[in-house]
T-cell receptor, first 113, second 113 residues
Framework: DVKVTQSSRYLVKRTGEKVFLECVQD?????MFWYRQDPGLGLRLIYF???????EKGDIPEGYSVSREKKERFSLILESASTNQTSMYLC????????????FGPGTRLLVL | GENVEQHPSTLSVQEGDSAVIKCTYS??????FPWYKQELGKRPQLIID?????GEKKDQRIAVTLNKTAKHFSLHITETQPEDSAVYFC????????????FGSGTRLQVQP
């Protein structure tokens, strides 16, 4: 059974703080993804990684960076949090190849004050 | 890059009726189209997908149809039940090796008992 976990379910941060969101998967998946989910906007891809130390920008990378030092772990970093980054953040993973199912984590609801 | 549009944004049906959700995509090279279901407070999960070498795929009460010429695909749910109430997302592949997905904005389906 695939398991994708995220470090926090809820997080409250101040504007300007550096924020780390962590995602861990236990299925040896090559691909990992970070999305943000906002009402009416669906799931928007921030960054993804298809191998350790490899990353590729998604649709909305501005204000975010990522790190993948180990295959099972993918971190999303908000260098200087802003109120417009208040959102639900979802991590996902999948194995290599076209058409592989993405398995999502439970999400982190981030509030930036 | 790939752009996916999804309609309608909300859909209310009576229990037992059918529901249809439609998506259009922009990249004619796209060849894989999954649908994800997200129940309230839960993570998105894959419910069905279709590849471009077939025009229709069924799994019990759900089916997906694909029209490559028109670049649109649809989700059909027959004999709807209250447990079908959820947000549904369509998606199409993007990025290096088409490993990532671009999601539609989502359709909130409400099945009235």
């Amino acid at each position: 059974d695939v398991k994708v976990t995220q470090s926090s379910r809820y997080l409250v941060k101040r504007t300007g703080e550096k924020v780390f969101l962590e995602c861990v998967q236990d299925m040896d998946h090559e691909n990992m993804f970070w999305y943000r989910q906002d009402p009416g906007l669906g799931l928007r891809l921030i960054y993804f990684s298809y191998d350790v130390k490899m990353k590729e920008k998604g649709d909305i990378p501005e204000g975010y960076s990522v790190s993948r030092e180990k295959k099972e772990r993918f971190s999303l970093i908000l260098e200087s949090a802003s109120t417009n980054q208040t959102s639900m953040y979802l991590c996902a993973s999948s194995s290599m190849g076209l058409g592989e199912t993405q398995y999502f984590g439970p999400g982190t609801r981030l509030l930036v004050l | 890059g790939e752009n996916v549009e999804q309609h309608p944004s909300t859909l209310s049906v009576q229990e037992g009726d059918s529901a249809v959700i439609k998506c259009t995509y922009s990249d004619s090279a796209s060849n894989y189209f999954p649908w994800y279901k997200q129940e309230l407070g839960k993570r998105p999960q894959l419910i069905i997908d279709i590849r471009s070498n077939v025009g229709e795929k069924k799994d019990q009460r759900i089916a997906v149809t694909l029209n490559k010429t028109a670049k649109h695909f649809s989700l059909h749910i027959t004999e709807t039940q209250p447990e079908d109430s959820a947000v549904y997302f369509c998606a199409a592949p993007k990025g290096t090796g088409r490993r990532a997905l671009t999601f539609g904005s989502g359709t909130r389906l409400q099945v009235q008992p």
